[in-house]
């Protein structure tokens, strides 16, 4: 799914990891990119319950991870592993305020597009 689930949410609140990479789909190649979109909503979503530090976005090469190949996903793992997190912020923040104005991204998230923000700033 495209979603982070209030049970998923609950699993991940009680294992308190250190670190939580969001991987969807990469539509890159469609003028609609839903993975990012989800990506960026579900990433927005998990800042109300952990630090934007422990929070990425580091979409598959290819469309989805079925479609790498084992090179493919070595390559996406030193990806994750170089993302620069204040540019990758940035970036969020905004692709987020660009949803928002075309009414892509309900406006429930403004506030927490608002902290991300002041963080940045």
């Given at each position: 799914?495209?979603?982070?689930?209030?049970?998923?949410?609950?699993?991940?609140?009680?294992?308190?990891?250190?670190?939580?990479?969001?991987?969807?789909?990469?539509?890159?190649?469609?003028?609609?990119?839903?993975?990012?979109?989800?990506?960026?909503?579900?990433?927005?979503?998990?800042?109300?319950?952990f630090d934007f530090d422990?929070?990425?976005?580091?979409?598959?090469?290819?469309?989805?991870?079925?479609?790498?190949?084992?090179?493919?996903?070595?390559?996406?793992?030193?990806?994750?592993?170089?993302?620069?997190?204040?540019?990758?912020?940035?970036?969020?923040?905004?692709?987020?305020?660009?949803?928002?104005?075309?009414?892509?991204?309900?406006?429930?998230?403004?506030?927490?597009?608002?902290?991300?923000?002041?963080?940045?700033?």
């Amino acid at each position: 799914g495209l979603d982070v689930s209030p049970s998923l949410i609950c699993s991940l609140v009680s294992i308190n990891p250190s670190e939580i990479i969001i991987s969807l789909n990469n539509d890159s190649s469609k003028e609609n990119n839903a993975g990012l979109q989800s990506s960026i909503k579900n990433y927005l979503k998990l800042t109300s319950h952990f630090d934007f530090d422990k929070i990425s976005i580091c979409l598959p090469n290819k469309n989805d991870f079925g479609d790498m190949s084992t090179e493919d996903i070595e390559k996406w793992i030193e990806k994750k592993s170089s993302v620069d997190k204040e540019k990758q912020r940035s970036n969020i923040l905004e692709e987020s305020v660009s949803l928002m104005s075309k009414n892509k991204l309900p406006k429930s998230f403004a506030s927490k597009i608002k902290k991300l923000e002041s963080i940045l700033l």
